[in-house]
T-cell receptor
Framework: GAVVSQHPSRVICKSGTSVKIECRSL??????MFWYRQFPKQSLMLMAT?????????EQGVEKDKFLINHASLTLSTLTVTSAHPEDSSFYIC????????????????FGDGTRLSIL | AQKITQTQPGMFVQEKEAVTLDCTYD???????LFWYKQPSSGEMIFLIY??????QNATEGRYSLNFQKARKSANLVISASQLGDSAMYFC????????????FGSGTRLLVRP
Protein backbone atom coordinates (compact mmCIF):
# COMPACT_ATOMS: atom_id res chain seq x y z
CA GLY A 1 0.00 0.00 0.00
CA ALA A 2 0.91 3.65 -0.21
CA VAL A 3 3.66 4.63 2.18
CA VAL A 4 4.84 7.99 3.41
CA SER A 5 8.20 8.20 5.13
CA GLN A 6 9.00 11.03 7.52
CA HIS A 7 12.44 11.73 8.89
CA PRO A 8 13.72 12.27 11.52
CA SER A 9 11.32 10.70 13.98
CA ARG A 10 12.73 12.61 16.92
CA VAL A 11 14.82 15.76 17.25
CA ILE A 12 16.20 17.39 20.37
CA CYS A 13 18.15 20.58 19.83
CA LYS A 14 19.11 23.88 21.34
CA SER A 15 17.11 27.05 21.03
CA GLY A 16 18.04 29.04 17.93
CA THR A 17 18.76 25.98 15.80
CA SER A 18 17.00 25.43 12.48
CA VAL A 19 15.54 21.96 12.00
CA LYS A 20 14.61 20.32 8.70
CA ILE A 21 11.99 17.57 8.51
CA GLU A 22 11.58 15.48 5.37
CA CYS A 23 8.43 13.85 4.06
CA ARG A 24 8.71 11.36 1.22
CA SER A 25 6.08 9.43 -0.67
CA LEU A 26 7.80 6.11 -1.31
CA UNK A 27 5.63 4.42 -3.90
CA UNK A 28 3.52 7.16 -5.41
CA UNK A 29 3.82 10.71 -6.69
CA UNK A 30 2.20 13.48 -4.69
CA UNK A 31 1.56 16.88 -6.23
CA UNK A 32 0.29 18.04 -2.88
CA MET A 33 1.46 17.23 0.62
CA PHE A 34 0.23 18.57 3.94
CA TRP A 35 1.99 19.54 7.15
CA TYR A 36 0.22 19.30 10.50
CA ARG A 37 1.19 20.19 14.03
CA GLN A 38 -0.13 18.40 17.08
CA PHE A 39 0.24 19.48 20.69
CA PRO A 40 -0.06 16.85 23.43
CA LYS A 41 -3.58 15.49 23.80
CA GLN A 42 -4.87 17.77 21.07
CA SER A 43 -5.96 17.35 17.50
CA LEU A 44 -3.98 17.78 14.31
CA MET A 45 -3.88 21.37 13.13
CA LEU A 46 -3.13 21.97 9.47
CA MET A 47 -0.18 24.30 9.07
CA ALA A 48 0.24 24.44 5.33
CA THR A 49 -0.36 22.78 2.00
CA UNK A 50 2.82 22.00 0.13
CA UNK A 51 2.52 22.30 -3.65
CA UNK A 52 5.08 20.75 -5.97
CA UNK A 53 6.89 23.41 -7.95
CA UNK A 54 5.14 26.37 -6.37
CA UNK A 55 4.78 28.20 -3.08
CA UNK A 56 3.12 26.56 -0.12
CA UNK A 57 -0.27 27.72 1.05
CA UNK A 58 -0.20 28.55 4.75
CA GLU A 59 -3.13 28.44 7.12
CA GLN A 60 -4.09 31.57 8.98
CA GLY A 61 -1.82 32.29 11.91
CA VAL A 62 1.11 30.19 10.68
CA GLU A 63 4.31 32.19 10.21
CA LYS A 64 5.68 31.64 6.73
CA ASP A 65 9.16 32.80 7.68
CA LYS A 66 9.26 30.52 10.71
CA PHE A 67 8.06 27.39 8.94
CA LEU A 68 9.68 27.14 5.51
CA ILE A 69 8.22 24.57 3.17
CA ASN A 70 9.86 23.31 0.01
CA HIS A 71 8.30 20.79 -2.39
CA ALA A 72 10.97 20.41 -5.04
CA SER A 73 9.88 17.05 -6.42
CA LEU A 74 6.77 14.90 -6.68
CA THR A 75 7.97 12.67 -3.87
CA LEU A 76 9.60 15.03 -1.38
CA SER A 77 8.44 17.93 0.76
CA THR A 78 10.51 19.48 3.52
CA LEU A 79 9.52 21.60 6.51
CA THR A 80 12.23 23.73 8.08
CA VAL A 81 11.60 25.24 11.49
CA THR A 82 13.88 28.24 11.49
CA SER A 83 15.50 29.58 14.65
CA ALA A 84 13.46 27.18 16.74
CA HIS A 85 12.44 28.12 20.27
CA PRO A 86 10.90 26.05 23.08
CA GLU A 87 7.39 27.07 22.03
CA ASP A 88 8.01 25.35 18.69
CA SER A 89 8.33 22.03 20.49
CA SER A 90 5.57 19.82 19.16
CA PHE A 91 4.69 16.75 17.10
CA TYR A 92 4.87 17.51 13.36
CA ILE A 93 3.28 15.12 10.90
CA CYS A 94 2.99 15.15 7.13
CA UNK A 95 0.53 13.51 4.78
CA UNK A 96 0.06 12.99 1.07
CA UNK A 97 -2.38 11.57 -1.44
CA UNK A 98 -1.39 10.13 -4.81
CA UNK A 99 -1.57 12.67 -7.62
CA UNK A 100 -4.82 12.50 -9.48
CA UNK A 101 -6.80 11.34 -6.48
CA UNK A 102 -10.33 12.61 -6.95
CA UNK A 103 -12.19 14.45 -4.24
CA UNK A 104 -14.63 11.59 -3.91
CA UNK A 105 -12.08 8.89 -4.05
CA UNK A 106 -11.89 6.73 -0.99
CA UNK A 107 -8.14 7.03 -1.27
CA UNK A 108 -7.18 8.47 2.08
CA UNK A 109 -4.33 10.77 2.87
CA UNK A 110 -1.37 8.70 3.93
CA PHE A 111 0.51 9.97 6.93
CA GLY A 112 4.13 9.79 7.89
CA ASP A 113 4.96 8.55 11.37
CA GLY A 114 5.58 12.08 12.62
CA THR A 115 8.51 13.99 14.08
CA ARG A 116 8.69 14.79 17.75
CA LEU A 117 10.58 18.09 18.06
CA SER A 118 11.93 19.19 21.42
CA ILE A 119 13.69 22.53 21.71
CA LEU A 120 15.73 23.03 24.87
CA ALA B 1 -17.69 27.51 14.07
CA GLN B 2 -16.30 24.02 14.46
CA LYS B 3 -16.33 22.11 11.21
CA ILE B 4 -15.93 18.74 12.89
CA THR B 5 -17.20 18.09 16.41
CA GLN B 6 -16.36 15.10 18.54
CA THR B 7 -18.16 15.52 21.85
CA GLN B 8 -16.63 12.57 23.69
CA PRO B 9 -13.13 13.38 24.97
CA GLY B 10 -12.84 9.90 26.43
CA MET B 11 -14.69 6.60 26.25
CA PHE B 12 -14.42 3.26 27.99
CA VAL B 13 -15.57 -0.04 26.54
CA GLN B 14 -15.36 -3.58 27.76
CA GLU B 15 -13.35 -5.96 25.63
CA LYS B 16 -15.49 -7.79 23.03
CA GLU B 17 -18.29 -5.22 23.25
CA ALA B 18 -19.24 -2.69 20.58
CA VAL B 19 -18.66 1.05 20.96
CA THR B 20 -19.86 4.11 19.05
CA LEU B 21 -17.72 7.20 18.68
CA ASP B 22 -19.66 10.31 17.76
CA CYS B 23 -18.83 12.80 15.02
CA THR B 24 -20.89 15.66 13.66
CA TYR B 25 -19.82 18.00 10.90
CA ASP B 26 -20.73 21.34 9.46
CA UNK B 27 -20.56 22.12 5.79
CA UNK B 28 -22.61 23.94 3.20
CA UNK B 29 -21.18 21.80 0.42
CA UNK B 30 -23.19 19.00 -1.12
CA UNK B 31 -20.04 17.08 -1.96
CA UNK B 32 -17.58 16.05 0.72
CA UNK B 33 -15.78 13.07 2.19
CA LEU B 34 -15.59 11.86 5.78
CA PHE B 35 -12.75 9.85 7.27
CA TRP B 36 -11.89 8.19 10.53
CA TYR B 37 -8.29 7.75 11.66
CA LYS B 38 -6.82 5.94 14.65
CA GLN B 39 -3.76 7.31 16.44
CA PRO B 40 -2.04 4.95 18.91
CA SER B 41 0.28 6.34 21.56
CA SER B 42 3.19 5.91 19.14
CA GLY B 43 1.75 8.76 17.07
CA GLU B 44 1.16 7.35 13.60
CA MET B 45 -2.16 8.02 11.90
CA ILE B 46 -3.93 4.88 10.72
CA PHE B 47 -6.75 5.21 8.19
CA LEU B 48 -9.84 3.24 9.21
CA ILE B 49 -12.82 4.07 7.02
CA TYR B 50 -14.21 6.51 4.45
CA UNK B 51 -17.72 7.74 3.63
CA UNK B 52 -18.53 9.89 0.64
CA UNK B 53 -21.43 12.32 0.85
CA UNK B 54 -23.11 10.65 -2.11
CA UNK B 55 -22.66 7.12 -0.85
CA UNK B 56 -26.08 5.68 -0.12
CA GLN B 57 -24.84 2.80 1.96
CA ASN B 58 -22.95 3.06 5.22
CA ALA B 59 -19.30 2.21 4.83
CA THR B 60 -17.92 -0.91 6.49
CA GLU B 61 -14.35 -2.15 6.87
CA GLY B 62 -13.99 -5.29 8.93
CA ARG B 63 -14.92 -4.45 12.53
CA TYR B 64 -15.40 -0.78 11.65
CA SER B 65 -18.61 0.65 10.31
CA LEU B 66 -19.76 4.19 9.81
CA ASN B 67 -23.27 5.22 10.80
CA PHE B 68 -23.82 8.00 8.27
CA GLN B 69 -26.86 10.20 8.80
CA LYS B 70 -26.61 12.92 6.21
CA ALA B 71 -29.61 14.95 7.29
CA ARG B 72 -28.24 15.10 10.83
CA LYS B 73 -24.71 15.69 9.53
CA SER B 74 -23.36 12.90 11.66
CA ALA B 75 -20.83 10.19 10.85
CA ASN B 76 -20.42 8.02 13.90
CA LEU B 77 -17.82 5.26 13.99
CA VAL B 78 -18.92 1.89 15.32
CA ILE B 79 -16.28 -0.57 16.44
CA SER B 80 -17.60 -4.06 16.99
CA ALA B 81 -16.03 -6.72 19.19
CA SER B 82 -13.55 -4.32 20.79
CA GLN B 83 -10.01 -5.53 21.31
CA LEU B 84 -7.35 -4.29 23.71
CA GLY B 85 -5.38 -3.03 20.73
CA ASP B 86 -8.23 -0.67 19.87
CA SER B 87 -7.21 1.58 22.77
CA ALA B 88 -6.09 4.79 21.04
CA MET B 89 -7.16 8.27 19.97
CA TYR B 90 -9.74 8.36 17.20
CA PHE B 91 -10.14 11.32 14.89
CA CYS B 92 -12.98 12.16 12.55
CA UNK B 93 -12.02 14.29 9.55
CA UNK B 94 -13.71 15.94 6.59
CA UNK B 95 -12.49 16.76 3.10
CA UNK B 96 -14.52 19.43 1.33
CA UNK B 97 -14.81 20.57 -2.27
CA UNK B 98 -11.47 22.28 -2.43
CA UNK B 99 -8.59 22.18 -4.85
CA UNK B 100 -6.17 21.22 -2.12
CA UNK B 101 -8.00 18.19 -0.69
CA UNK B 102 -6.99 19.14 2.81
CA UNK B 103 -8.47 17.39 5.82
CA UNK B 104 -10.07 19.15 8.77
CA PHE B 105 -9.90 17.12 11.98
CA GLY B 106 -12.12 16.93 15.03
CA SER B 107 -10.71 17.15 18.55
CA GLY B 108 -10.58 13.40 18.92
CA THR B 109 -11.90 10.75 21.29
CA ARG B 110 -9.62 8.67 23.49
CA LEU B 111 -10.89 5.11 23.65
CA LEU B 112 -9.80 2.77 26.40
CA VAL B 113 -10.69 -0.90 26.11
CA ARG B 114 -10.95 -2.68 29.45
CA PRO B 115 -10.02 -6.36 29.74
Amino acid sequence: GAVVSQHPSRVICKSGTSVKIECRSLDFQATTMFWYRQFPKQSLMLMATSNEGSKATYEQGVEKDKFLINHASLTLSTLTVTSAHPEDSSFYICSASPSGTGLFSNQPQHFGDGTRLSIL
Amino acid sequence: AQKITQTQPGMFVQEKEAVTLDCTYDTSDQSYGLFWYKQPSSGEMIFLIYQGSYDEQNATEGRYSLNFQKARKSANLVISASQLGDSAMYFCAMREVDSSYKLIFGSGTRLLVRP
